[in-house]
DNA sequence: GCGCACTACTAATCCGGTTTAGCGACGCCA
DNA sequence: TGGCGTCGCTAAACCGGATTAGTAGTGCGC
């Protein structure tokens, strides 16, 4: 049935010497010493046998399994975060290791029971993600353990962590319409909740590039991060006579609901009004017009993080990781 | 540094019996005769000690690592797919199992490498996954191994396989309209090739519930599944003045793409024209009006996968998992 | 009072690697 | 020619469990 699995045992006689030498030969360690010969023998016969040596066995003695724990709280839900995983997987091939999934879905009880179940596996080190960038607090279990944060910090350690440049993205996206040539009438929409470092940032680095150009926001529309809510949100603020020359939206789903919100009253974008964004989904390309929106660079997480862990990092600084900037056919100048 | 792991041996002596007696206690053997007062004493201390079994050391005898191997081709990349990962994933969990993933890219060495890889860990079965529903071919690596296909399914070998059940989703998605009272002008938008599985089924399943009530499609709209190529494809269509009642999207972005063709030469939905689609992606509730669609399960997809190698299955027939028609506003009664 | 079965354990081995300790052979030097 | 260091390699122990093959102790029948 299952194939049998070639052993040091099986080369080690192929090549006529003893388990110890074949060991030495295919782990590579330099310190003993092997005459080429013999060397040569070894990695012949390990070739011709397809000899792969067990991590399990290997991992037994050298307490290094090769593999790396991702512990999430729900990046498989959101729609494009799969790409955290998919940057973390192909980084960590590339390193000859392989990820171990995990997602909490915020259930603290389930959390602790997943790391147990990685750390019974003998991984090497744990990568801690979390779906929107926030402050994280670690579970003891991990103490002690190679951990490092992916888009969350964590103010009791210094430990290692990759987020996304939210501030320098909400300068960027200020940035665009700026340069476009707007300078009032800019309105943020969507809530901006102190938990959610994102949206802080985003919001501190969009005041911070508009006032270094000489302009501020005319104000802010309040609503919830979907487009249901930004629609009534947005349509609300329109019907109340209000004109607004540029909208930020905090993510593509809020900007979704105010281009259904401006077709509504036969606003055209961006002729009467400019859309920057956040997220750069999917959604940003399909949109008509196409929407300029500043990308969350998943793939690029899950690499760093990875990058970060294998690295042997313990304790470091944030790495904040840019925010690439779309154009697109959402923003013009501002109406004359 | 990092913490010093409870051993059996620590367990043993605690609990003053011999190593073996406290492995029959914590590996729950009963053939072997404990006392009950033996065991309890073995219980008590393993669970003052706060012991858990190294997964390595018991894989390494036993070969069974309690780990199971997702291999797939393009599943992160999908946005809503990371839903087939969080099935397996919660079910494996529910049963002690943990995933490591894999995605090949599509790239056949680098699948093969990946599961070498997996095998290397000891790794006691597989889940091929591919994105699209299709006719997969089985590296010659995963013989004798335990597998099963996840949307996807293999003429070669009777191997297992979960995929969702297209035809009966075609069908579904003809049976809203029908119920709707539509009879004619209804339309397919959106190519199906021969080997994509899923297209295919769906328009059978769609031809035989229209046919079954003495209707038929009145023809359709080829067109790539996205969102920029229906809009064109609907906008000529329309533009020679054919006038559609309903129209049936072989996946929400060739809908949206639909949507807009519709708004720009003032069709309304439903009133003028109603729509389904399948797929059921965030996309589908965000759209004015809300669109009705049949959903891909792929959380449930992913647990049926795991439930079936979880169950040894080596071999059987193809699961076909229901896809639930979500209805929504965008279907109406046939214009007067 | 002996053989036998049964109970309740344990010593020893195994899994497949890594690592430590050490062993012959050889060359060099005094 | 004996001592010593080096080279090239191996025996044995080790990692932490599971499993096989017993082994004491007890009760029972005859």
Not at 226 to 240: E, G, I
Not at 282 to 306: C, N, Y
Request: glycine content about 8%; hydrophobic content about 45%.
């Amino acid at each position: 049935m299952t194939p049998a699995r070639v052993t040091l045992q099986d080369v080690a006689a192929r090549a006529g010497v003893s388990r110890t030498t074949a060991s030495f030969v295919t782990s590579g360690r330099q310190d003993m010493r092997i005459s080429a010969e013999a060397a040569e023998r070894v990695i012949r016969a390990a070739r011709e046998l397809g000899y792969r040596p067990s991590l399990l066995a290997r991992g037994l003695r050298t307490n290094l399994s090769q593999t790396i724990g991702l512990i999430s709280d729900v990046v498989a839900t959101e729609p494009y975060a799969g790409d955290l995983i998919r940057g973390s997987m192909a980084t960590a091939v590339r390193a000859e290791r392989l990820i171990l999934v995990g997602e909490s879905e915020g259930d603290h009880k389930l959390e602790e029971q997943l790391i147990h179940s990685m750390l019974d596996r003998g991984v090497d080190g744990f990568i801690y993600a979390a779906m929107h960038t926030r402050e994280a607090r670690l579970s003891q279990v991990l103490r002690g353990h190679p951990v490092v944060l992916l888009n969350c910090v964590s103010k009791v350690r210094g430990i290692p962590a990759v987020v996304p440049d939210e501030y320098a993205a909400g300068a960027a996206a200020a940035g665009v319409l700026l340069h476009a040539g707007h300078r009032d009438g800019i309105y943020l929409v969507g809530e901006t909740p102190a938990h959610v470092i994102a949206a802080a940032e985003r919001s501190t680095g969009i005041n911070d590039a508009l006032s270094m150009a000489g302009a501020q926001l005319a104000g802010r529309i309040d609503t919830l991060w979907w487009p249901h809510d930004s629609y009534a949100a947005v349509r609300a603020f329109l019907a109340a006579g209000q004109r607004p020359k540029a909208l930020i939206c905090l993510n593509d789903r809020v900007a979704f609901g105010c281009y259904q919100a401006l077709a509504d009253v036969g606003l055209a974008i961006p002729d009467a009004v400019s859309i920057v964004s956040f997220d750069d989904s999917d959604l940003a390309s399909w949109l008509r017009p196409q929407l300029t929106s500043v990308a969350i660079p998943h793939f690029e997480l899950g690499r760093r993080a990875v990058d970060l862990l294998l690295s042997g990092a313990r304790t470091g600084p944030v790495v904040r990781v840019p925010m690439p900037v779309h154009e697109r056919g959402s923003v013009g100048p501002p109406q004359a």
